[in-house]
C-alpha cells in the first residue's frame, strides 16, 4: 500500500476513533440544571460531584429560573437538560402539563420521604421553611401567627411576601386553624384575614434578599421569612430570633424533562441525590432540611445540627407541609385574586 493511502486509512480511523469518542462522552454526560447561588454551589459539593464520581460520568451544570424554560425546551423538542430543580407548585403544574419522564421507583428508593414530595413524575429534594420572626428587641416579642395578627398588643412594623403561596396559609393559621386541616385552603377565610393585617403591612417582600435585608437592617419588627434567608441574615449580625412553630415546610424538586436524552442516566442520578447519604451532607453547606428523613439515622449530622433543621423529625412535628399538589390545581386562580387585593 503507497503511501498516501496509508494516510488516508490512518485518517479515516483517526476520525472515527474520534467520533466513537464523542459518542461515548455525550453518553456517559448528564446535565443538571437548578438555581445557582449558594445552593447549587452546596449541591455540587453534597450531590453532584459525589454522584459523578460514583456513576464514573461528567455531570454538567446550567441554572433556570423557573418552569417556563423547562416548558419551552419541551414543547420546541429541543431539549438540552437532563436533570432539572423547581419549586414543588411548578413541579405539580409541569407534570400535569406533561412536562417530564415518568421516574422509575424501582431505581429510586423513596421510603423515608413523605408521600406529599413522591410524585409519578417529579420528587422532592430539600425543605425549606417559611417561619416567624422577629427583632430581638421588641418588648413584646411575637410566637404565633395570631401574635402576628394582633398588632394592638404586639405593636412593630411587619412584611409579608408578595405572594398568596404559604401567606394564605399563615392567614388561616392566624384565624385559629390547625395545621392538620388547613387543605384545601378557605380562601375566602384567608383573604378576609389577611384585610385585617394589610394595613399593618409596611413591606411586602419580592425576594429573599430583599426579606433577609430588612431584618438585618432592623426596618422591620417581624416577618415570614425563608428559614434559610433568615440564618444567613443572623450569622451577617441581624439582632432576631425565630420560631418553627406553625412553619410551613415547602420543597423543592427534581424531575426530567420529557425528551431528555438521558433518562435512565438520570433516573441513576436522582436516585443518588434523595438517597440517605446524600441528604444528610446538603446541611453541611447550606441551611436547608433533607427531605429523606433517614437522613437523620446515620451518623453524619451532630445533635446540635439536628436541633437548627427545619427538617429534623422534631421540628417537623411543629409544621405542615404545603400542599404543592392544591396550589398546582389552584396557584393561577390564587394570584390573580393576590393581585386585586394587594394593589387595591
Not at 86 to 113: M, N, R, W
Not at 137 to 155: E, G, R, S
Request: a negative charge.
Amino acid at each position: 500500500m503507497n503511501t498516501g493511502k496509508l494516510r488516508a486509512l490512518f485518517g479515516a480511523v483517526s476520525v472515527a476513533a474520534l467520533l466513537t469518542a464523542t459518542v461515548a462522552e455525550a453518553k456517559d454526560t448528564l446535565t443538571v440544571v437548578s438555581f445557582g447561588g449558594s445552593y447549587q454551589d452546596a449541591q455540587r459539593k453534597a450531590m453532584f460531584e459525589p454522584t459523578a464520581k460514583a456513576l464514573g460520568i461528567d455531570i454538567k451544570e446550567d441554572t433556570l429560573s423557573g418552569l417556563a424554560e423547562v416548558r419551552l425546551q419541551v414543547r420546541s423538542g429541543s431539549v438540552s437538560w437532563d436533570v432539572v430543580d423547581l419549586g414543588a407548585t411548578d413541579c405539580a403544574i409541569g407534570a400535569a402539563e406533561g412536562l417530564f419522564e415518568p421516574l422509575d421507583y424501582d431505581v429510586i428508593k423513596a421510603d423515608g420521604i413523605a408521600k406529599p414530595m413522591v410524585n409519578d413524575d417529579w420528587i422532592g429534594i430539600i425543605y425549606y421553611s417559611t417561619v416567624l420572626a422577629w427583632n430581638k428587641k421588641l418588648d413584646k416579642q411575637p410566637k404565633t401567627w395570631a401574635d402576628f395578627w394582633n398588632a394592638k398588643d404586639f405593636p412593630g412594623s411587619r412584611s409579608l411576601r408578595n405572594n398568596p403561596q404559604v401567606i394564605m396559609e399563615l392567614a388561616l393559621l392566624a384565624d385559629g386553624v390547625p395545621l392538620d386541616k388547613l387543605y384545601p385552603l378557605d380562601a375566602d377565610r384567608a383573604f378576609k384575614k389577611l384585610e385585617e393585617i394589610k394595613p399593618h403591612i409596611t413591606t411586602w417582600w419580592g425576594s429573599g434578599a430583599q426579606s433577609a435585608q430588612l431584618i438585618k437592617d432592623g426596618e422591620v419588627d417581624m416577618l415570614a421569612i425563608w428559614n434559610g434567608r433568615l440564618s444567613s441574615a443572623m450569622k451577617d449580625g441581624a439582632n432576631a430570633d425565630y420560631t418553627y412553630d406553625q412553619g410551613l415546610l415547602n420543597a423543592d424538586c427534581l424531575a426530567i424533562p420529557k425528551g431528555s436524552k438521558n433518562v435512565e442516566l438520570a433516573q441513576k442520578a436522582i436516585a443518588m441525590f434523595v438517597s440517605p447519604e446524600q441528604q444528610a451532607e446538603i446541611p453541611k453547606y447550606i441551611n436547608y432540611g433533607p427531605v429523606n428523613a433517614k437522613a437523620f439515622d446515620l451518623d453524619v449530622l451532630t445533635a446540635e445540627q439536628k436541633a437548627l433543621l427545619n427538617s429534623s423529625p422534631e421540628n417537623m412535628k411543629k409544621q405542615v407541609v404545603v400542599d404543592a399538589q392544591w396550589w398546582g390545581e389552584n396557584g393561577a386562580e390564587l394570584q390573580e385574586r393576590w393581585d386585586s387585593f394587594t394593589q387595591k
